[in-house]
């Protein structure tokens, strides 16, 4: 704690905390607090009784002057951080396999199992209502007991990582099952490779009918998937019992 102390003095001491590596954050409102607001990694001002120059320097505005705002602050911002993650998770699954089974199925069958309007509503769904459902996740109440992220820590984690492949390898193993047995488990038998998806009438083949069994497997397993990514894993998931 520092009290009657020169703005120099000020600027100063934060400037080391920074140089040692640290990260420091400070509040002012006043005009001598200005020079270490700026130096500091995160600089808080009163928006009520702060000075012009203090609200400037700073970084964030406590519009209420109340220390709590402080943590409500950081809660949202850890937050932000964990929907952001959350929603990469959920969208780098989504266009890998998405992009694995329609080049494998072009190059197999000589048709992309989903057509330029199926894959318009499935960039439809994943990205836009996707987006905005992860990104209006609220704080969780134990959201300040977990770990804070390092500065240079990457915004994917190796266990982030692990979850993204283990639900592309599922993804990818039903749907190359559906692709390839499906029409003989479901009794719609057909060439793969020269059948069209309308015959000469107009009316729709079995190819048709599989494709569209394809397309709304996948939608079901991602719109599942959602609510998997809800929760982002973390180390302490390796260990038994995590999710109960």
């Known amino acids: ?57 700073a970084d964030i505005i406590l519009l209420d002057d109340n220390f709590i705002s402080v943590k409500t602050a950081i809660n949202w911002g850890r937050n932000i951080s964990d929907n952001v993650r959350k929603f990469i998770q959920f969208q780098l699954t989504v266009n890998i396999s998405c992009f694995v089974i329609v080049l494998l199925g072009g190059i197999t069958t000589g048709m992309s199992p989903f057509n330029v309007i199926q894959l318009l509503w499935i960039n439809l769904v994943m990205d836009v209502l996707a987006a905005i459902a992860l990104a209006t996740e609220a704080p969780h109440p134990t959201e300040m007991s977990k770990d804070k992220l390092k500065k240079r820590e990457n915004i994917i984690s190796p266990v982030m990582w692990r979850s993204i492949s283990a ?37 729709a ?4 009918q599989h494709y569209t069994l394809l397309f709304q497997t996948f939608m079901m397993m991602n719109l599942f998937n959602m609510i998997n990514c809800r929760r982002l894993p973390s180390e302490a998931d390796k260990q038994l019992n995590v999710f109960e």
């Not at 083949?205 to 048709?208: A, K, Q």
Request: glycine residues 10%; negative net charge; charged residues 15%.
């Open 1 to 57: 704690m520092l009290y009657r102390c020169n703005p120099e003095h000020k600027h100063m001491f934060v400037a080391c905390m920074k140089n040692s590596g640290s990260s420091c954050a400070v509040t002012g409102d006043g005009l001598n607090d200005s020079l270490a607001l700026q130096e500091a990694t995160v600089g808080f001002s009163m928006g009520t009784s702060g000075c012009a120059a203090a609200k400037e320097s």
């Open 167 to 203: 639900q592309v390898v599922y993804q990818f193993v039903v749907m190359v099952v559906l692709l390839y047995a499906g029409p003989s488990i479901f009794g719609i038998s057909y060439h793969l490779i020269s059948e069209s998806l309308r015959n000469d009438e107009g009316e």
């Open 205 to 208: 083949t079995y190819r048709m």
